[in-house]
Each structure stands twice: as C-alpha cells, then as structure tokens.
C-alpha cells in the first residue's frame, strides 16, 4: 500500500465539514453501503467501490482498519474486465459455423455477440486497482494517492455518493502560499541552482 510503503504521488483536497467523520460507525456503515463487490464469475465489465485499506480482499469494512488516531484511511478498488471484439467475432463465426445457425437480421446478429462476450466475461479475470487515500481530520485535508484526473475523478465520485460531501481540490502552488506566506514564495522563488548544491 502506498501510504505504508512511501510510494505517494499526492493530490490534495479541502474538507470543509469535518464532524461528519468523528462518528466511526456512521462512517464505517456508510462505507459499507458502497462496499466493493467482487465480479471475477460475472460476466460484469467492471466494479467499484470501498475496500479495506488494509486487507483489500475482504467483504467489509472495520472500524479498526480505518480509524488511526486523528486519520482516516481510505481505499476504492475498481476492477475491470476486458475481452477483445476480435475475439468475440471469431467465436460468433465459430459457432454460427458449427451450430448452422442463420442470423435473419441485425438484432439477432448483436443479441449472438452479446451472449457470446458475457460468456467469456465470465471467463475473464479482473484487473484490480486499488486507490488510496488518507483525511487528517485536524487539517481538514484529504490526500489522494494518484494526480490522475480520471482516477480522482472516479474517486470524488463514489466519495459524494457516499458521505454527501465533495472535497474540493487544492492547487500546490496556493498551497504553498498558505502554508508559508508570500515572503516565504519569494524566497522559494529566489533560489537558484548554486542554492542548492553550493556546501
């Protein structure tokens, strides 16, 4: 896991309303309404949802796995399915050939090619992502571990969803502004390369 590893490419967010978070098991509940469900036997092209940020392949989520003192860690695992149109058009000629089937239309050729990709979705084992993210309930900031848009876009997503709250983005040159004051940009802003590597 990222957060435990040090492997972090960070994203941050601001959280205005915080309380909400103080209620563990208001919060654990309301994660496990939007618990991932495993589709590897369905014939589902994909699933989100929350896992536990420590044991991923669990069915739900505990408090304890959650909760660190003033931190709240979170995990959203998003599997996907892919099977190849190639395939599927080969395995409709196979079986129309083997099978002497004859297709009168277009409707049927596409309900054919339907059944056949849901079979081999069955077939098909996931590709799993799982990403991660921490609040710190003090700075009222949660950080994402990804600066993927469409990942943290898919992430807001199921977070909204899930506690009625959108964090909003903050951008690392404002941040920088903040946590260390206009004189404190200049100075940055002032350095050089003899800086840095002058002893």
Known sequence: MGFFSGNLSLKRFFIEETDFFKDKERVVANLNNFVFKDIESLPNEESVGWTSPLKVYKPSIEIEETFFGNYVLLALRHDVKKVSPLLVECKVNEIIEKEGLSIQNNKQLKQLKEDIKKELLKKTLPVPKVIEAVIDLNRKTLL????????????????????????????????????????????LASLTESVIYDE
Request: glycine content about 6%.
């Open 144 to 187: 994402l571990n990804s600066t993927s848009k469409k990942i943290a876009g898919l992430f807001l997503s199921i977070f909204e969803k899930t506690f009625s709250i959108l964090p909003v983005y903050v951008d690392t040159s404002v941040f920088s502004y903040i946590a260390v004051g206009k004189s404190g940009v200049e100075k």
